[in-house]
């Protein structure tokens, strides 16, 4: 089992920056691939970023390029998202996941891949 707690979200106006925290408890961290999905009123949830289990490689969804910057830390086993030049539509609950992995190159983007999930914190980006 994996516990996964967020924080880090909050209100703020277009433009503007967060920066998101998940912290793990429970199995090695480092044996987890991390992402951070998404989910607005009515949408479905999407993918944002994701990282590979040693930090050394990124994937990032088209929507947030350039924006978003996804890290890690096996040391204190947390996973951050930092989010730049926020946009309305960026506005959504925002959750990390973790997903068993073998080796440091494959980083899942479908929901289903990921076996824990964090509560959720909620973004919201005024214009």
């Known amino acids: 089992q994996v516990q996964l707690v967020e924080s880090g979200g909050g209100s703020v106006q277009a433009g503007g920056s967060l920066r998101l925290s998940c912290a793990a408890s429970g199995r090695t961290f480092s044996s987890y691939a991390m992402g951070w999905f998404r989910q607005a009123p009515g949408k479905e949830r999407e993918f944002v970023q994701g990282?590979?289990?040693?930090?050394?490689?990124?994937y990032t969804a088209d929507s947030v390029k350039g924006r978003f910057t996804i890290s890690r830390d096996n040391a204190k086993s947390t996973v951050y998202l930092q989010m730049n030049s926020l946009k309305p539509e960026d506005t959504a609950v925002y959750y990390c996941a973790a997903a068993p992995t073998v080796g440091d190159i494959y980083i899942p983007t479908l929901a289903y891949q990921y076996d824990y999930w964090g509560q959720g914190t909620q973004v919201t980006v005024s214009s």
């Open positions: 990282i590979t289990r040693s930090g050394g490689r990124t």
